[in-house]
């Protein structure tokens, strides 16, 4: 062997041995590569796991050659620091409809890493496509007729429930709120008069969300039921279309199914009236409102009147009539003008028109006054049935005019009126004087 192989073989020795007992690692780099998807969709109540694997091009020779690793997101979320290459996100603690970005860096003793997951949280939609059944549709109380009651079909629903709607608008649970995304039930429904009764079928999804259906059923009195809500109630208004000059009697019977009258003066009454007035209804079987009260209602208004019988605390009965009011002529003019004739006293004629009235009304009759102020009226003439009259007058009136009044009454006594201004009656002369002939003279005749 040569000196300068010998020399070769020495360096090289030399520098292997230099590799191998150095303190720094001999690898180039790392790799973070993703354990799962790096796109995800989630609910926010799931829990969401991201991790990642460590790849090193050479394998490192000793513990001062491993990474650190450091998570982050945007938006920022609240997770405990962690240094693992594996991240776990509880339930809820992602925002539905949110994009996130995660990221993980690895920073090594001779290089550095990175990696990132996008994670878009996803929103529950509102329960949808259910249903509210009840079979049969119409049937009778106290148990008599079973009632089969259904909700189905609820797509993103976790929980359900039934319940029946009052009168009043308050729910009243026939199954509460419960795990589920149908019930079904057979129950028996109490009468609440012959109303179809509104029945709620509710869902609620697992953020919160709720929605409805509905449905109605009229539960009835089966023929031989007893107790107090097996009776009803008659209301009568008499008359039913009047003036408010007449008296108004209202009359509420109870009976029950079968017909028979029932003893009714151990019940409560209670009357309202629609559109509200400013009197007090007496409470009682029998209501009468004279003309003095029917004064305080609208002429020409629809009125209703209810009656409320309370049987016990837990049964009413309602029924109701209907009146109208007859309004007072209307639209009608007055006409007064003077008729004078030589040697005559004026006389007025005076005639009304154009007015207007309810058939059940008619006919109307017609008088007419003068006044010479507003604090004074004079009667003309008497009730009339025509509109229109021919009337001698004192000279007083004929010298100062005034108005004249045209007063129209309907048979219901409603009374309507119209006014002409009448001026001064003209001047009449009346005893014209006598012509006189004057005799020709002799001179005009000897021509």
């Known amino acids: 062997?040569?000196?300068?192989?010998?020399?070769?073989?020495?360096?090289?020795?030399?520098?292997?041995?230099?590799?191998?007992?150095?303190?720094?690692?001999?690898?180039?780099?790392?790799?973070?590569?993703?354990?799962?998807?790096?796109?995800?969709?989630?609910?926010?109540?799931?829990?969401?796991?991201?991790?990642?694997?460590?790849?090193?091009?050479?394998?490192?020779?000793?513990?001062?050659?491993?990474?650190?690793?450091?998570?982050?997101?945007?938006?920022?979320?609240?997770?405990?620091?962690?240094?693992?290459?594996?991240?776990?996100?509880?339930?809820?603690?992602?925002?539905?409809?949110?994009?996130?970005?995660?990221?993980?860096?690895?920073?090594?003793?001779?290089?550095?890493?990175?990696?990132?997951?996008?994670?878009?949280?996803?929103?529950?939609?509102?329960?949808?496509?259910?249903?509210?059944?009840?079979?049969?549709?119409?049937?009778?109380?106290?148990?008599?007729?079973?009632?089969?009651?259904?909700?189905?079909?609820?797509?993103?629903?976790v929980k359900t429930g039934v319940y029946m709607i009052k009168p009043d608008g308050t729910a009243l649970p026939l199954v509460p709120m419960s795990a589920g995304a149908s019930k079904q039930l057979v129950t028996k429904l109490d009468y609440q008069g012959e109303q179809p009764i509104r029945l709620e079928c509710r869902a609620e999804n697992i953020a919160g969300l709720s929605a409805k259906a509905q449905t109605t059923v009229t539960v009835l009195l089966a023929n031989g039921q007893t107790g107090v809500s097996n009776n009803q109630l008659t209301v009568l208004c008499n008359p039913t279309k009047l003036s408010r000059n007449q008296m108004l009697r209202l009359f509420a019977t109870v009976k029950s199914i079968s017909g028979a009258t029932v003893n009714g003066n151990a019940f409560s009454y209670r009357w309202d009236v629609s559109p509200a007035v400013p009197i007090s209804l007496p409470q009682g079987p029998v209501v009468t409102l004279p003309p003095q009260q029917m004064q305080q209602l609208l002429a020409g208004q629809r009125y209703t009147f209810t009656a409320r019988v309370k049987e016990s605390s837990a049964s009413e009965l309602t029924a109701s009539c209907t009146v109208n009011l007859i309004a007072p002529p209307f639209g009608g003019n007055c006409v007064a003008a003077w008729q004078t004739r030589v040697g005559q006293p004026p006389?007025?004629?005076?005639?009304?028109?154009?007015?207007?009235?309810?058939?059940?009304?008619?006919?109307?009759?017609?008088?007419?006054?003068?006044?010479?102020?507003?604090?004074?009226?004079?009667?003309?003439?008497?009730?009339?049935?025509?509109?229109?009259?021919?009337?001698?007058?004192?000279?007083?009136?004929?010298?100062?005019?005034?108005?004249?009044?045209?007063?129209?009454?309907?048979?219901?006594?409603?009374?309507?009126?119209?006014?002409?201004?009448?001026?001064?009656?003209?001047?009449?002369?009346?005893?014209?004087?006598?012509?006189?002939?004057?005799?020709?003279?002799?001179?005009?005749?000897?021509?």
């Open 1 to 157: 062997m040569s000196m300068n192989s010998q020399f070769y073989h020495t360096v090289c020795r030399l520098l292997m041995f230099i590799a191998l007992s150095s303190s720094v690692p001999a690898f180039a780099g790392v790799q973070l590569i993703p354990a799962g998807s790096q796109e995800q969709s989630v609910f926010p109540e799931q829990l969401v796991a991201l991790e990642v694997l460590l790849r090193y091009d050479q394998p490192p020779t000793n513990s001062q050659s491993a990474c650190n690793l450091n998570w982050s997101s945007s938006p920022r979320v609240a997770f405990p620091a962690s240094t693992s290459p594996r991240l776990l996100l509880l339930p809820n603690s992602l925002q539905p409809g949110v994009d996130y970005l995660f990221r993980v860096d690895a920073v090594c003793a001779d290089s550095a890493a990175f990696s990132e997951f996008r994670v878009h949280v996803m929103a529950h939609p509102a329960p949808y496509g259910g249903s509210c059944n009840v079979s049969p549709s119409r049937g009778y109380a106290d148990g008599v007729t079973p009632f089969r009651i259904s909700t189905e079909g609820w797509q993103e629903a």
């Open 347 to 447: 006389q007025l004629r005076i005639s009304t028109a154009n007015w207007q009235s309810d058939q059940d009304a008619l006919p109307l009759y017609y008088q007419f006054y003068y006044a010479a102020s507003s604090s004074s009226k004079v009667a003309l003439s008497q009730a009339l049935t025509t509109p229109s009259a021919i009337i001698p007058v004192d000279s007083a009136i004929a010298q100062n005019g005034g108005n004249i009044i045209c007063v129209v009454r309907n048979t219901l006594g409603d009374v309507a009126q119209a006014v002409a201004v009448l001026p001064p009656a003209p001047r009449v002369q009346l005893n014209p004087p006598t012509p006189v002939r004057i005799a020709p003279r002799i001179s005009d005749i000897r021509r």
